[in-house]
């Protein structure tokens, strides 16, 4: 009986030397892990060290211990305030996800556009339009635009003038005319069939209005003082 005890008890003492010398074991396997990362640690170290070393050489007479004493501590100074430019770094980035897809079919959009246009003779139109402008530029010299740019008050008047309705309505009924005259003239014209048409009065009165408007045209002071007004005048 008591040897089975001591059997048990043996037994029990392996057991326990056992997991003793399994958590020696993972002792020692957690220091050499420890040792080899402390070597590399040593080597990454030396290596930045170095590297460290190297370029701050390059730098050494621009910039100073103190002045970069200085910008750690601004830099912890202003953590908060990087962590916001980080935060709004990361929603631009968000908005840019977003915005993506309706800028890209924007462009898509506007290719189109620009393909319609090219179809229609837009571009065509406006390169023609820059050889008109061209020859516009070559034909003129710098003394006709300023003579232009002296009298374009006065060309602005005249064209308000000629586009008036009733100024639109008196050349549309003048060209009409002109358009259903079928005027036959004899061969054989005589001073007293002339003579003759002067006296009717179709005829004074048309060379009634050739004399007056003349007469407006050729004096200055009249077409100012009679502008955007009707002319009343008549010759007896």
Same mark, same amino acid.
């Given at each position: 009986?008591?040897?089975?005890?001591?059997?048990?008890? /043996?037994?029990?003492?392996?057991?326990?030397?056992?997991?003793?010398?399994?958590?020696?074991? &993972?002792?020692?396997?957690?220091?050499?892990?420890?040792? $080899?990362?402390?070597?590399?640690? @040593?080597?990454?170290?030396?290596?930045?060290?170095?590297?460290?070393?190297?370029?701050?050489?390059?730098?050494?007479?621009?910039?100073?211990?103190?002045?970069?004493?200085?910008?750690?501590?601004?830099?912890?100074?202003?953590?908060?305030? /990087?962590?916001?430019?980080?935060?709004?770094?990361?929603?631009?980035? $968000?908005? &840019?996800?977003?915005?993506?897809?309706?800028?890209?079919?924007?462009?898509?959009?506007?290719?189109?556009?620009?393909?319609?246009?090219?179809?229609?003779?837009?571009?065509?139109?406006?390169?023609?339009?820059? =050889?008109?402008?061209?020859?516009?530029?070559?034909?003129?010299?710098?003394?006709?635009?300023?003579?232009?740019?002296?009298?374009?008050?006065?060309?602005? =008047?005249?064209?308000?003038? @000629?586009?008036?309705? $009733?100024?639109?309505?008196?050349?549309?009924?003048?060209?009409?005319?002109?358009?259903? @005259?079928? /005027?036959?003239?004899?061969?054989?014209?005589?001073?007293?069939?002339?003579?003759?048409?002067? =006296?009717?009065?179709?005829?004074?009165?048309?060379?009634?209005?050739?004399?007056?408007?003349?007469?407006? /045209?050729?004096?200055?002071?009249?077409?100012?003082?009679?502008?955007?007004?009707?002319?009343?005048?008549?010759?007896?």
């Amino acid at each position: 009986m008591e040897e089975i005890k001591v059997n048990q008890q /043996i037994e029990s003492i392996n057991k326990k030397l056992d997991v003793i010398l399994e958590e020696i074991e &993972l002792q020692r396997r957690h220091r050499r892990e420890m040792e $080899d990362l402390k070597d590399d640690l @040593l080597r990454v170290g030396k290596d930045i060290y170095d590297t460290a070393i190297v370029e701050l050489e390059q730098v050494h007479d621009q910039v100073s211990t103190k002045e970069i004493l200085h910008l750690g501590k601004y830099l912890l100074r202003n953590v908060s305030t /990087i962590n916001r430019s980080v935060e709004q770094l990361e929603s631009l980035k $968000d908005f &840019l996800t977003d915005v993506s897809p309706l800028v890209r079919e924007s462009i898509m959009d506007f290719m189109q556009k620009l393909d319609e246009y090219d179809k229609k003779g837009y571009f065509e139109f406006a390169k023609e339009l820059s =050889n008109v402008t061209d020859n516009i530029v070559t034909s003129f010299s710098k003394e006709d635009v300023k003579n232009l740019g002296d009298n374009i008050v006065t060309i602005l =008047n005249t064209v308000k003038n @000629l586009t008036q309705p $009733d100024m639109l309505h008196t050349i549309n009924n003048a060209l009409n005319v002109y358009k259903q @005259l079928d /005027i036959v003239v004899s061969k054989d014209v005589s001073i007293f069939k002339l003579m003759k048409e002067l =006296n009717t009065p179709e005829v004074k009165r048309g060379l009634g209005f050739a004399i007056q408007f003349l007469k407006n /045209i050729a004096n200055p002071e009249t077409n100012n003082h009679m502008e955007n007004k009707p002319l009343n005048k008549s010759i007896n």
